[in-house]
């Protein structure tokens, strides 16, 4: 399975100034690379119900997990934390 396209820098600004959850941020990039969450949990190396859980902002992902999200879809860490 491959990578998401990365967003361009325009859409990580746009999605990080709308999301007002890491979890809205981390499901904006997943629809943004047109995949449903059972793709992209299996893209990332996680249980799919996982995913779902940190999308909905019912579980706090590890900085590991953050970690595996960011190299998917080719944005940094930093990336992944709301200002």
Excluded: C, H, W
């Excluded at 299996?42 to 779902?52: E, H, K, W, Y």
Aim: glycine share 10%; charged share 15%; net charge positive.
């Amino acid at each position: 399975m491959s990578k998401p396209t990365p967003p361009t820098p325009a859409q990580l600004a746009v999605i990080r100034k709308r999301a007002k959850t890491q979890g809205q941020m981390l499901q904006t990039l997943r629809k943004l690379a047109g995949q449903s969450g059972p793709v992209a949990a299996v893209g990332v190396g996680l249980n799919p119900g996982t995913l779902n859980a940190i999308e909905n902002n019912t579980a706090n992902p590890t900085q590991a997990t953050l970690a595996k999200v960011a190299a998917y879809y080719g944005v940094g860490i930093r990336d992944l934390f709301l200002d």
